[in-house]
């Protein structure tokens, strides 16, 4: 969030202050011009030149120029100082020479007006105030020195004098409450801009974020927004990009339907709709539309009624809810699992001693059906309590180094031996003596898992199962466990490593879910891709479950059994 709001922020070169100082020392510039001019015409008109007050005027051009080129982008500080003597000091002390070095009658006290203004709008009331006592002073000084020069004390030049500084008193206060109101109202407008933005960027990373797509679209049909998993529902192979038209596609026509209803209704609109891509199973949608309101005239572009999509996938929900049942239910199968082991175990023990007394091979093929089904139970039973062994042994194995390519050889080699002829598999070991941080049990329960996955749903040919250990050019371990088999449905990818969740209603579900979590406490992960592999019948694509290992120079240590009784 704070790189977020470090990103809102207007970049404005010409800030207001900035601008009104600019302004400032151009209109300063601009009276010096006009002052210089009036000198050359007067000499024209009256023959008579002034040179001490030409070259006054033609300094006082100079400094106004090089200042305005020098200090145009650093203005002082508002408040009362030494920094405002170069520009409203200045502007004092030369009106004040003009003053007195000129020889008839002209006045140039009223161009003591800029400097009070200068600092009425651009600084501090102090230095508002301040700037308009010092005219005022001068303005009074100024009568004490012609009535000493005339020998008259004129009451009305003192009252003069003195009601133009009153009027410079609040002209100056007025501006400066003027300037200070338009500043706050101006760093509210900024304010509201900057959470405005912030809020618009906020909104952009929620929506990119969700996993319900959601789509904006105008009347014509044009899409203007869409996140990701509305691009990936609508289709991937289409790769649409917005802005884009909604009905360029005939597979796209429903949600096109939906909207135009919800245009013309003008109220939110709710149903399941499919889509049907050619050659793909239909993807079944539940769609709800909202309406954006419209002000002023719908002609305007800013002011057009957008329709809202939110996009849910039937099949995510459906496999969310029962994910969420399995789940419910194996809190509740754990403790059942751990009841049914010891009258298993007697229906177990009670089978094989009565299948010893028995010759009839119909009585025998029943007996064979019942160990079958009660070592399928134990099997259900030990992976549900399986569970409860991985959580405590994340928090009680000790860490363990082994050499990756030794041990993976020889799990393979075991699980292959099970049943030589239905298990044919390829291993390719690349890691050399790498060692990585991993328990043996741990790593021989992950392999055969990912193993019995494949063996499957592979398609049983010489090349169907690939089993490969490497090392990347950045130094990280890998293993990785492939098969030529059908690609898997996006609804069961997402939820893969997830606890009960499996796409066969003879799986409990809990397979994968052991592997991850043994990854993860050996500071492994364990990820699934789509991947072309080359074998001996060319290029295939099949699934490919990769670990990737934390490397480790650490010695080989002891193991630790995970099938430790801590239920």
Not at 24 to 42: I, K, Y
Not at 169 to 185: C, K, M, N, P
Not at 313 to 331: F, Q, V
Request: charged share 15%.
């Amino acid at each position: 969030m704070s790189d977020m709001l470090a990103n809102v922020n207007l970049n404005v070169p010409d800030a207001p202050f900035v601008r009104l100082w600019r302004g400032f020392l151009t209109s300063r510039v601009m009276v010096a011009v006009a002052l210089l001019l009036l000198q050359s015409l007067g000499s024209l008109l009256s023959q008579t030149s002034e040179p001490a007050i030409f070259a006054l005027c033609v300094t006082y051009l100079g400094t106004t120029l090089v200042q305005r080129m020098l200090l145009h982008t650093h203005p002082p500080k508002q408040s009362a100082g030494p920094q405002w003597l170069g520009t409203i000091g200045f502007d004092i002390a030369m009106v004040c020479l003009l003053q007195l070095m000129q020889q008839g009658n002209m006045n140039y006290t009223p161009l003591l007006g800029v400097p009070v203004l200068m600092a009425a709008v651009l600084g501090s009331l102090t230095l508002a105030l301040g700037t308009t006592a010092s005219v005022t002073l001068l303005l009074l000084a100024w009568s004490w020195w012609l009535g000493t020069r005339s020998g008259n004390v004129e009451t009305q030049r003192y009252l003069q004098s003195a009601l133009t500084g009153t009027g410079y008193f609040i002209v100056a206060y007025l501006v400066h409450q003027l300037a200070s109101r338009l500043t706050r109202e101006q760093e509210l407008a900024r304010q509201g801009l900057m959470t405005a933005q912030l809020q618009t960027e906020v909104s952009a990373l929620v929506i990119q974020s969700l996993s319900d797509g959601v789509l904006v679209m105008g009347e014509d049909n044009t899409v203007r927004t869409a996140n990701p998993a509305a691009l990936r529902l609508l289709d991937d192979s289409a790769n649409p990009q917005p802005p884009f038209n909604l009905g360029q596609l005939p597979a796209w026509q429903p949600l096109v339907q939906l909207a135009r209803t919800t245009f013309a209704k003008e109220q939110p609109q709710t149903a399941d709709v499919d889509l049907l891509h050619p050659g793909q199973s239909p993807t079944g949608l539940h769609v709800r539309t909202w309406l954006t309101s419209s002000t002023g005239n719908t002609q305007d572009a800013m002011s057009e009624r957008l329709c809202v999509m939110f996009l849910h996938d039937l099949r995510e929900m459906e496999a969310r809810l029962r994910t969420e049942k399995l789940a419910s239910m194996g809190r509740m199968s754990a403790a059942v699992a751990h009841e049914i082991r010891n009258p298993l175990a007697a229906i177990v023990q009670a089978n094989a001693l009565l299948e010893e007394d028995l010759q009839d091979p119909q009585h025998k093929r029943l007996t064979d059906m019942v160990r079958q089904n009660a070592d399928r139970l134990a099997r259900i039973a030990e992976e549900v309590l399986d569970i409860a062994r991985v959580q405590h042994q994340i928090s009680h194995t000790p860490a363990s180094t082994l050499a990756l390519d030794e041990t993976v050889a020889q799990i393979c080699s075991d699980w292959k031996a099970q049943e030589p002829h239905k298990r044919p598999m390829t291993v390719s070991l690349n890691t050399d003596s790498a060692q990585v941080e991993f328990d043996a049990d741990h790593l021989r329960r992950v392999l055969v898992n990912l193993l019995d996955n494949a063996l499957r749903y592979m398609r049983r040919g010489p090349d169907s199962l690939t089993v490969t250990t490497k090392v990347n050019s950045a130094g990280h371990v890998s293993l990785q466990v492939w098969s030529d088999g059908a690609p898997l449905d996006k609804s069961v990818e997402r939820h893969l490593f997830e606890p009960f969740f499996s796409s066969e209603s003879r799986s409990s579900g809990l397979g994968l879910y052991i592997c991850r979590e043994l990854c993860n406490r050996h500071g492994a992960n364990i990820r699934y891709a789509r991947i072309s592999l080359e074998t001996g019948q060319g290029l295939a694509s099949g699934n490919a479950f990769t670990v990737n290992f934390r490397r480790t120079t650490r010695p080989v240590g002891p193991s630790t059994l995970f099938d430790a009784p801590v239920v």
